[in-house]
């Protein structure tokens, strides 16, 4: 997370008109690494469960006052944060292998990302609670469907199909950066006391003993699975 408000942190004050998120590989996104979490709270939660609500909350917020277009290109799962974020961004393409969940409850943690708002808005509640209660594993056509992404495009050709589509790159930078800042206006104090709360309760789980006792279970399953 520290690594990503860095490169947005550059990317803000240089002379880059927007910003594109994608990865090499196959996978966008797994959302927080549990294993490290519970490696951070086991000798002394309240102090490291303080810590991660703190850099989480920068995270997100820094998309939120983020004054360029972010343009994000997902490939394969985005899943937890890597899901949630999404909203927070401009515009969404994936291609057809892609996929989205945010199964908070099997980790033993609450939504994070702004997600409380921005999937109700988006999907409806009663889709946003299938997604962030029961963990529904939705596909691309379907995230398209419900507005999480603007456009699907088949594998074969996705990076191709991307590179076409940023014709913002012609555009003129102020205009780009106060179109934006007109869309993002009513939102943006909404997001920041969403995110507030959000992660207010996430310090809660993760310095309770039920909070760490679930997470270890959680990775032990994991890596039995394994």
Sequence with gaps: MNEVKSALEIAAVDDSKFVL?????????????????????????????????????NFVNFFIVFMKPVIVSVKGPAIGLGASILPLCDVVWANEKAWF????????????????????????????????????????????????????????????????????????????????A??????????KQANERECEVLKKIWASAQGMEYMLKYVQNKIDAF
Aim: net charge positive.
């Design 21 to 57: 998120l994608s990865v090499v590989g196959s996978v966008f996104c797994c959302g927080l690494d549990f294993d490290i979490i519970v490696k951070h709270l086991k000798y002394n939660r309240k102090r490291a469960s303080v810590k991660l609500e703190d850099t989480l909350k």
């Design 101 to 180: 969940q945010t199964p908070y409850t099997r980790f033993g943690q609450s939504p994070d990302g702004c997600s409380t708002i921005t999937f109700p808005k988006i999907m409806g509640r009663a889709a946003a609670n299938e997604m962030l209660i029961n963990g529904w594993k939705m596909n691309a056509q379907e995230a398209c469907d419900k507005g999480l992404v603007s456009q699907v495009f088949w594998s074969e050709t996705f990076t191709q199909e991307v590179m076409v589509r940023i014709q913002i790159t012609s555009c003129n930078s102020f205009v780009l950066e106060n179109s934006k």
């Design 182 to 191: 007109l869309v993002c206006y009513n939102m943006n104090v909404e997001l």
